[in-house]
């Protein structure tokens, strides 16, 4: 089994920044995908984001249209630890941030049913 944390969540001003983390512990994989979800209230869970390592090695990010150019995902193999960079926050980012895992080996971006492992999530709130 793996764990999944997340950290890094907060109250930021419009037009702020967030680094959120999300560490993995227990079973680790070398070839995996790491993707964040976000859950607003009254809302579906949303993709946004992935990261794929394969054969251990960062293989491809890939980022729904939403976040493209505000959400950098990137990771730490030494860590076992993704991080989500966000950029010039909305008040409509305000919602529950998740990461999840899916071990093997992707060759293209996994659907969110596909994945096997979810953190409890952390609280982004965008506020003035």
């Known amino acids: 089994q793996a764990q999944l944390a997340e950290s890094g969540g907060g109250l930021v001003q419009p037009g702020g920044s967030l680094t959120l983390s999300c560490a993995a512990s227990?079973?680790?994989?070398?070839?995996?995908?790491m993707g964040w979800f976000r859950q607003a209230p009254g809302e579906e869970r949303e993709f946004l984001g992935v990261i794929v390592w394969n054969r251990g090695r960062p293989d491809y990010t890939n980022y729904a249209d939403s976040v493209k150019g505000r959400f950098t995902i990137s990771g730490d193999n030494a860590k076992n630890t993704v991080y989500l960079q966000m950029n010039s926050l909305k008040p409509e980012d305000t919602a529950v941030y998740y990461c999840a895992s899916t071990p093997g080996s992707w060759f293209r971006a996994p659907r969110m049913e596909e994945f096997d492992y979810w953190g409890q999530g952390t609280q982004v709130t965008v506020s003035s």
């Open positions: 227990g079973r680790t994989f070398t070839d995996v995908a």
